[in-house]
């Protein structure tokens, strides 16, 4: 630690941050634009600047910059001298010389850092009074708006999008009072990550369009603490409600998970909840027959039901612990089965093995981040899990901050790192089915299908380690050497990551997997846990295989129910026709008594049931996920259902006293992969006399007005029997407990950035925050590797390799209007070789057929496939025709169709390459 003045007194300070950065860390106010903790310092807004002095006899001193100065052992600085006061609102006035006056009608108002750094460094009035300079603002997507003339040139933009985030079509553009930060020409921006630039900007350059199209201002919204559901990394969220509808979602810092950054599924694909589709009520029948019922008569039929002969329930990986507890508790362990495909199932299995071995770490999203060699086996990162792809981005990066440590450069010097390392990375090595968006960083790449990976995942455990089972191929020359360097770096690194997931299709792909690092482990002396990330593809997939039986497959209960074995079924949250084949589903349904279908959207088993009951969205009620690391986090309930939907756990629960806490207290002494998860519940102790958070800001306005349709008198606020939240905006100061703290505020600071003065450090950890709880108990020694299994033999012409997108993979968020048009359609990627031996072109329809199953897919072709397989984008909701590694056979269909990749066409990306 080192000692610096500021200002007169004393503070023991990381030597090795830039000056602003402690200044903000002990809660100093120092305005700053271009600076950005996970981005290092450039100095080119010039507006952090502060005196700082020699000695204690410097009487002069000298105006440096705060973020490009090291906080050096006996550093004296003052942050209050007249002179760099003055400096600091000269620079916003010439800042803000082209600057409009459009505060009142810009949607950054009242959350917008340069409103917060213009009043802090004092600057109040305008002199310039001569023509400013103006641009002509792009189209940049659905989901970005564009407002060129706030620009102040800070470079934030550029300096996320492209250096941190991997982007290639944003840029700075021109010089001087000209420029101009967008692309090229119109049109969508490409990144996973682009909806951060609204975030990332100080001032409204970039607004949430979605947010735009149903605007108010911040202090209107109704937030709480959220865990977004678009994939199972457990980002933390804060989503706002206005007059019964969900209007954004922003990030909710979390230092162990997603930091200061989410992906543009969990920022803008909130639609879903604000659907028209939505069901209000609760039905009953079938067909014409079919009606609404009252809460409760529908209460009644499902009582009658769960408590009548042999009845099963269908959990789902995209709700609740919460409300699949309640179902389980229902129907009772033996009958609740898991809602996922068999082959999604048996790889949870294993990775619920894996989780108890001592020698195997899940990394945090933060973890993951510091790895210095990386391996990712058969997953598209990108696609299944977007922030985790953009973590594997930073740790490419450590080779440069290496390099850095050497020649004596503090990493915080972004630009001088930058130019110290050009393209000098960690290794990272993709192996996978078709070429991802993370190519750009890979040092080696291989494209191959499930079989011929696990050929290469099993021959490196063997490289790893000589006890590991002998692979049964042969490899080339060429494939050995580049084994044996992946093994090289993999053990001579710091810290090494091994990347696998359910997203391969493959069971042998991932005990493959788990090979290569249970033999990297003892490579490496066996001290050391190896960091194992294992990627599955809901918020709760986790959560379902702990709490499900080892043998309870969603195929056992279809078999069950076609047998007629079953008098009623209860699905929960679930669309049973995405899980498993069509004819399949339709049997097991027809064989079935009783069909109860609880969900938020109609489906097609909402269609088929008997019952169907209203089920509320993430933001209408408070539950549990368990994330991919097996980390249980609570999300907070936003607003209230305004029409006849209830959460599912309150619909199912037996006793009316049953409560979210009591649910999770009984889970925790039955369910042993559960224990410990109590200890995330939101702690009511502090509470003075009985009162609780307000999950509305102090400033909220209206609240008579939004009721006065009604009644012109502002009635009672609803009240939440469930939390220790209350709709309303009295109560405690949620400042008190950042683990329910729904938005960050705090005096001089309206903004995003304020959330600085609620960490323990800048870039750290929330204070007083709850960052979840660990599931995962690691006590056990490895049961030894798996061994490699014989191919299963089938006929076909062509290896199935699974494809996802960011938008079309996930069932909620293709639902929302937003996304529609950026979502992908069905698609079969071939190679150039094999479509013209087909004789089918871009657009074509070809019929892919694997035993009973046949369905029609548009062709793109793609240099990056290799020949003998097929890639297949298979949209949410549809079962694809086969599974990963399995043989198909592929025929020219009648007519033609149009593969869609957002707005493109695919014959608008042959002459990419891809």
Known sequence: MAKIVIDGVTYE???????????????????????????????????????????????????????????????????????????????????????????????????????????????????????????????????VGHEMNRCITCYRCVRFYDDYAGGTDLAAQASHHHTYFGRQSDGFLESEFSGNLVEMCPTGVFTDATFSAHYSRKWDLQTAPSVCVGCAVGCNTTPGERYGELRRIVNRYHGDVNGYFLCDRGRFGYGFVNSAERLAESQQGKGTGRRTVSEDEAVLELNRILDGGQVIGIGSPRASVEANLALLQRVGGDNFYAGVSDAEFAQLQILKQLSGESALHAPSVREIEECDAVLVLGEDVTNTAPRIALALRQSARNRADELAAAAGIPSWQDAAVRELAQRELSPVYLLSGYATRLDDIARATVVDSAPGLTQLA??????????????????????????????????????????????????????????????????????????????????????????????????????????????????????????????????????????????????????????????????????????????????????????????????????????????????????????????????????????????????????????????VHEGKQPEDRDSIMAFSMEGMSSQRDTAVLPNTWAPRWNSNQSVSKFLDEVGGHLRQGNPGRLLFTRNGSSAGYFEPESAAVTTGDFTLIPAYQLYGSDELSARAEVVNERLTGAYVALAPHDAQQLGVAANDLVTVSADQEALDYPVCIRRSVKPGTIVAFTPAGQFPVAGAGDQVSLSKAQGSGQARFGNLIVSDLQQEGI
């Open 13 to 143: 300070v990381n030597g090795d941050n830039n000056l602003l950065q402690e200044c903000l860390s002990k809660g100093l106010d120092l305005p700053y634009f271009c600076w950005h903790p996970c981005m290092g310092s450039v100095g080119a807004c010039r507006q952090c600047a502060v005196k700082q002095y020699r000695d204690a006899d410097d009487q002069k001193g000298t105006l440096v910059m705060a973020c490009m100065t090291k906080a050096n052992d006996g550093s004296i600085i003052s942050i209050e001298d007249e002179e760099a006061k003055k400096f600091r609102a000269n620079v916003i006035e010439s800042l803000m010389i082209s600057h409009p006056h459009d505060c009142p009608v810009c949607e950054e108002g009242g959350e917008c850092h340069l409103q917060d750094m213009t009043l802090m460094s004092g600057h109040n009035y305008r002199r310039y009074d001569r023509k400013k300079v103006t641009h002509r603002n792009q189209y940049l997507g659905p989901f």
């Open 458 to 711: 099993q021959a490196l455990a063997r490289t790893l380690d000589s006890a590991a089972p002998t692979p049964a191929a042969t490899l080339q020359e060429e494939q050995k050497q580049l084994l044996g360097s992946i093994a090289d770096d993999l053990k001579g690194a710091r810290r090494p990551l091994i990347v696998c997931g359910t997203g391969s299709g493959s069971e042998a792909l991932l005990k493959a997997a788990a090979n290569v690092a249970r033999a990297l482990a003892t490579a490496r002396g066996g001290d050391q846990a190896v960091d194992f990330c294992c990627v599955v593809p809901e918020v709760n997939s986790v959560g379902l295989v702990l709490m499900a039986g080892e043998t309870q497959s969603l195929g056992l209960a279809l078999k069950k129910m076609q047998a007629g074995d079953v008098q009623a079924a209860v699905v929960l949250e679930n669309d049973l026709f995405g899980r498993a084949p069509q004819s399949q589903v339709e049997a097991a349904l027809a064989g079935v008594g009783q069909l109860v279908a609880i969900d938020q959207l109609p489906t097609r088993t909402t269609e088929l049931a008997d019952l169907v009951i209203a089920g509320t969205s993430f933001a209408e009620q408070q539950g549990t996920y368990i994330n991919y690391e097996g980390r249980a986090q609570t999300s907070m309930q936003v607003f209230m259902n305004n029409q006849a939907a209830r959460p599912a756990w309150k619909w199912l629960r037996k006793e009316s006293e049953t409560t979210l806490a009591g649910l999770l207290q009984t889970a925790e002494t039955t369910l042993e992969g559960l224990a410990g998860i109590t200890a995330i519940l939101p702690v009511s102790a502090a509470a003075v006399a009985g009162m609780k958070y307000p999950r509305q800001s102090h400033r909220y306005s209206g609240r008579t007005a939004i009721q006065a349709a009604a009644n």
